[in-house]
């Protein structure tokens, strides 16, 4: 039988404050949570846990010494050795004066000695059976009552955690989500191997992302912020895109430098993140109209573009590059990039922008229209008409206008 006293680390007279305090200091070291995959601290937990839940109980502390006791009685206690003499510690007293005067006695009583002592190791035989009898009879009593105690407990238990449950479904169901999973932290925390409680937590989250999920795509970014800014707080698993659609989600909202901050901590974790530096050089010029701010992180993003195609094609890479094989953010930074150029006035580095933007993706008509634009301004008004009359076959609506402007 395990010492359960030992496993908490407490001597078998300490009280209830000393138990609490004890569990509560291991409960912490071992638990799961802090050791995540080790095997020997989870089994550890569960023997600290094991160990409080009886200790800390009356009536199962009280079983539990009885049976120890009786374990140790048993294992200290001799009968008989292999001659038949009685162990000295449960020798009848009256039996060991019988000896020594046996001992002093002529071979006439040696008979009678003998019988004697065949009625003392009877009677001790029956003695010690109705004694260990008697002991089964008590533990099981005592196994009885603590099975009934301890299934009664149990049902206490349930009832109370469904009870909790029911109130974090509750504040759930009322969009108080933060309350649901502060409440359904501290119930893992006082029943923290309890199925119920970790799948309810697991539940929320799954619906939770959803809800957020379903908010962005309908464009109701206010709501999927809301939802985003809770999941970061109770969710340790959060997707890659996860710093985006919160940034997306504060952009829509006008909140300009909290959506940078968020973009910021991605660049500070991966520095060669292009979305992320392109994505802060479209807030700053697109939203805050900071263009001297905003060309430094394009500019940027455009560098590290360059270099990856360089190392990737070499230095002919405008000749081998195959636009299929890059993501949209390469054409996301030379388009933004010439905007930005376009509203610092600088038209010439703009058109260069357009040029390889309209590579990247030839379908773009807002490209053409931009170019049309920085044209214009440089006074090529042949190539402003050309640019606005391919942005209008590309079905550009605001290019209609431009082109009856320009082409005049």
């Given at each position: 039988?395990?010492?359960?006293?030992?496993?908490?680390?407490?001597?078998?007279?300490?009280?209830?404050?000393?138990?609490?305090?004890?569990?509560?200091?291991?409960?912490?070291?071992?638990?799961?949570?802090?050791?995540?995959?080790?095997?020997?601290?989870?089994?550890?937990?569960?023997?600290?846990?094991?160990?409080?839940?009886?200790?800390?109980?009356?009536?199962?502390?009280?079983?539990?010494?009885?049976?120890?006791?009786?374990?140790?009685?048993?294992?200290?206690?001799?009968?008989?050795?292999?001659?038949?003499?009685?162990?000295?510690?449960?020798?009848?007293?009256?039996?060991?004066?019988?000896?020594?005067?046996?001992?002093?006695?002529?071979?006439?009583?040696?008979?009678?000695?003998?019988?004697?002592?065949?009625?003392?190791?009877?009677?001790?035989?029956?003695?010690?059976?109705?004694?260990?009898?008697?002991?089964?009879?008590?533990?099981?009593?005592?196994?009885?009552?603590?099975?009934?105690?301890?299934?009664?407990?149990?049902?206490?238990?349930?009832?109370?955690?469904?009870?909790?449950?029911?109130?974090?479904?509750?504040?759930?169901?009322?969009?108080?989500?933060?309350?649901?999973?502060?409440?359904?932290?501290?119930?893992?925390?006082?029943?923290?191997?309890?199925?119920?409680?970790?799948?309810?937590?697991?539940?929320?989250?799954?619906?939770?992302?959803?809800?957020?999920?379903?908010?962005?795509?309908?464009?109701?970014?206010?709501?999927?912020?809301?939802?985003?800014?809770?999941?970061?707080?109770?969710?340790?698993?959060?997707?890659?895109?996860?710093?985006?659609?919160?940034?997306?989600?504060?952009?829509?909202?006008?909140?300009?430098?909290?959506?940078?901050?968020?973009?910021?901590?991605?660049?500070?974790?991966?520095?060669?993140?292009?979305?992320?530096?392109?994505?802060?050089?479209?807030?700053?010029?697109?939203?805050?109209?900071?263009?001297?701010e905003a060309s430094k992180y394009i500019d940027y993003a455009k560098k590290m573009a360059i270099t990856f195609y360089e190392q990737r094609y070499g230095k002919a890479y405008p000749m081998i590059?195959?636009?299929?094989?890059?993501?949209?953010?390469?054409?996301?930074?030379?388009?933004?990039?010439?905007?930005?150029?376009?509203?610092?006035?600088?038209?010439?580095?703009?058109?260069?922008?357009?040029?390889?933007?309209?590579?990247?993706?030839?379908?773009?008509?807002?490209?053409?229209?931009?170019?049309?634009?920085?044209?214009?301004?440089?006074?090529?008004?042949?190539?402003?008409?050309?640019?606005?009359?391919?942005?209008?076959?590309?079905?550009?609506?605001?290019?209609?206008?431009?082109?009856?402007?320009?082409?005049?």
């Amino acid at each position: 039988m395990e010492n359960l006293y030992q496993i908490l680390g407490v001597s078998e007279s300490a009280g209830m404050e000393e138990i609490r305090k004890a569990y509560k200091k291991l409960a912490v070291k071992y638990h799961p949570d802090k050791n995540p995959g080790n095997r020997a601290a989870e089994e550890m937990f569960k023997k600290v846990n094991n160990a409080y839940q009886i200790l800390s109980d009356m009536q199962q502390r009280t079983h539990y010494d009885l049976l120890r006791n009786y374990q140790q009685f048993q294992s200290t206690t001799t009968y008989t050795d292999y001659n038949n003499k009685y162990s000295r510690t449960y020798r009848h007293a009256t039996y060991e004066e019988r000896q020594r005067r046996a001992a002093n006695n002529t071979a006439s009583y040696s008979e009678s000695y003998e019988d004697e002592r065949k009625k003392v190791a009877r009677e001790s035989i029956t003695i010690g059976s109705i004694l260990i009898f008697g002991v089964l009879i008590i533990v099981g009593g005592y196994m009885f009552i603590s099975s009934y105690l301890t299934h009664k407990k149990q049902e206490e238990i349930d009832a109370q955690i469904a009870s909790r449950i029911a109130i974090i479904e509750n504040y759930y169901e009322k969009d108080d989500f933060r309350a649901a999973f502060e409440e359904a932290d501290m119930l893992i925390s006082g029943w923290p191997i309890h199925p119920e409680a970790r799948n309810l937590r697991e539940r929320l989250l799954v619906s939770l992302n959803k809800k957020a999920e379903t908010a962005y795509k309908e464009s109701q970014y206010e709501k999927a912020l809301e939802y985003y800014l809770v999941l970061q707080d109770f969710d340790k698993y959060l997707e890659k895109d996860f710093e985006f659609k919160v940034a997306k989600c504060f952009v829509e909202q006008k909140q300009y430098d909290q959506a940078v901050d968020r973009l910021k901590k991605i660049i500070e974790e991966n520095p060669n993140n292009l979305q992320a530096w392109c994505e802060i050089g479209k807030i700053l010029g697109n939203g805050k109209k900071d263009y001297i701010e905003a060309s430094k992180y394009i500019d940027y993003a455009k560098k590290m573009a360059i270099t990856f195609y360089e190392q990737r094609y070499g230095k002919a890479y405008p000749m081998i590059v195959e636009p299929s094989t890059l993501s949209s953010v390469h054409f996301e930074i030379f388009y933004n990039r010439a905007i930005i150029q376009k509203e610092m006035g600088h038209f010439s580095e703009a058109i260069k922008d357009c040029s390889w933007a309209s590579f990247l993706k030839e379908n773009k008509g807002e490209v053409d229209f931009l170019r049309a634009e920085c044209e214009y301004a440089l006074g090529n008004y042949q190539n402003a008409c050309s640019f606005a009359s391919k942005a209008e076959s590309k079905n550009y609506t605001q290019a209609t206008e431009l082109k009856n402007v320009y082409c005049n």
